[in-house]
């Protein structure tokens, strides 16, 4: 039986530029003692990541400003340039379920792909996945 890792705290930065997704997210994820950043854009995502640490990141796609996938190529970018930095799990929640948006949200970096709207549980299992390694 799989460790249900969202037993430990983690820190987890919180993008979505939809204000009901983002409060929707932090009173599920509060649950479990998680410290939760939010950030309402991809540009501001990148600006948090360059000053911060974070175990999970959970990436909208479309943003205004800069949307998740170029958000989520500019992070990568900034894990390549620091050696000490650990490489982040980003997973992409998007209400864009087609097969196509599923690849290309995998080819710019990101670690898992969940499509709004989700179920608590399986955000919770691909957490869990995602951390188990």
Not at 25 to 51: P, Q
Not at 88 to 104: E, G, P, Y
Request: glycine share 4%.
């Amino acid at each position: 039986m799989m460790k249900d890792v969202l037993s430990e705290k983690i820190r987890i930065l919180l993008v979505d530029d939809n204000p009901i997704n983002r409060k929707l997210a932090k009173i599920h994820l509060d649950k479990y003692g998680h410290e939760i950043e939010m950030a309402v854009n991809g540009l501001e995502s990148v600006e948090k990541f360059r000053d911060n640490e974070y175990d999970l990141i959970l990436m909208d796609i479309n943003m205004p400003v800069m949307d998740g996938i170029q958000a989520t190529k500019e992070i990568r970018e900034v894990e390549k340039g620091d050696s000490k930095r650990k490489r982040t799990s980003i997973i992409a929640v998007t209400a864009n379920a087609f097969v196509d948006n599923k690849d290309q949200c995998l080819k710019s970096g990101m670690d898992a792909y969940l499509s709004k709207p989700f179920r608590p549980e399986d955000l919770v299992q691909t957490i869990n996945l995602l951390r188990a390694g």
